[in-house]
């Protein structure tokens, strides 16, 4: 049920959207060298390697580690970066990876290949075999402002606690974030 759900909003937002997102590729073109996407390298579902795609908010020699453990993240953004950010705007391109199956709208946040220590405390706890997905539990409740140990116990309960109800719940507390623009760091 969640995956035929998966796939009837992507494709439906795919449409809808097809305007704003084409017209936010060309902005990130026109204001910054480089592609207009960004394909990071994350862990999936049983600790596969699949390649998302986000809209490029980062100049191209940025280095390759979560934003949040730069010492001065903001050096790095694009001209219109911050703004895409804090709109989650950058997050378009990830309807693809949805039809593709490699995440789900919602499930824990697919962290970056090397991010060792929260992929080992993922493990673990048994959150490695369910699909990530675009927002989750963590995510609602402090993104990246959460200490790992404390992102996985928010991903372990989401876990435990699945259910179709339970994402509904979590995509509209998402959306009221992205509208508030609560817990957006750039």
């Known amino acids: 049920m969640k995956r035929l759900f998966d796939l009837i909003l992507a494709g439906f937002l795919l449409c809808f959207l097809s305007v704003p997102i084409l017209v936010t590729g060309l902005i990130v073109k026109l204001t910054s060298e480089g592609s207009v996407l960004y394909w990071s390298d994350r862990v999936g579902i049983n600790n596969r390697i699949f390649r998302m795609p986000k809209f490029r908010t980062m100049c191209v020699d940025t280095p390759t580690v979560a934003t949040h453990l730069m010492k001065d ?31 789900s709208f919602v499930g824990p946040r697919p962290s970056l290949y090397n991010q060792d220590d929260l992929v080992e405390l ?31 116990d928010f ?12 994402d509904f719940k979590i995509l509209l507390m998402t959306f009221v974030k992205v509208v508030e623009r609560e817990g957006v760091m750039h």
Do not use: C, M
């Open 155 to 166: 991903d372990e309960y989401y876990l435990k606690n699945r259910s179709l109800f339970f």
């Open 73 to 103: 993240s903001d050096i790095y953004l694009t001209p219109v970066g911050s703004f895409l950010r804090k709109f989650s705007l950058d997050e378009l391109p990830q309807l693809y990876t949805i039809l593709k199956g490699d995440i």
């Open 122 to 152: 993922r493990t673990k706890k048994g959150i490695h075999e369910i699909i990530p997905g675009i927002t989750g539990w963590a995510q609602i409740n402090g993104r990246d402002e959460l200490p790992i140990p404390v992102k996985v």
